[in-house]
């Protein structure tokens, strides 16, 4: 089992920043890769970013390459997501998620974290 604790959101302007954390525990941490995943009202959850277990490789959805940066610390557990230049379209629940797999879908993630609320207004 992983328990995972997502943290960070807020309401931010549209050029604003945040930084998500997601804290877990239970199992080896490390053994996982992690993701983010976001869901807007009336839409599907849809991927955000991922990275390896040793932090060694990530990925990002097209729509936030060069604005959001996902990063790891083993050490302490947790994944983070930090989000630059943020825009109304980023408004959405933050989820982060743990799988074995390398993958963007949602049903490749087994451990779920319970979301966070980020607002970004114009």
């Known amino acids: 089992q992983v328990q995972l604790v997502s943290s960070g959101g807020g309401l931010v302007q549209a050029g604003g920043s945040l930084r998500l954390s997601c804290a877990a525990s239970?199992?080896?941490?490390?053994?996982?890769?992690m993701g983010w995943f976001r869901q807007a009202p009336g839409k599907e959850r849809e991927f955000v970013a991922r990275?390896?277990?040793?932090?060694?490789?990530?990925y990002y959805t097209d729509s936030v390459k060069d604005r959001f940066t996902i990063s790891r610390d083993n050490a302490k557990n947790t994944v983070y997501l930090t989000m630059n230049s943020l825009k109304p379209e980023d408004t959405a629940v933050y989820y982060c998620?743990?799988?074995?797999?390398?993958?963007?879908?949602?049903?490749?993630?087994?451990?779920w974290g319970q979301g966070t609320q980020v607002t970004v207004s114009s």
């Open positions: 998620a743990a799988s074995r797999d390398w993958t963007t879908r949602p049903q490749g993630y087994r451990y």
């Open positions: 239970g199992r080896t941490f490390s053994s996982d890769n």
């Open positions: 990275i390896t277990w040793s932090g060694d490789s990530t």
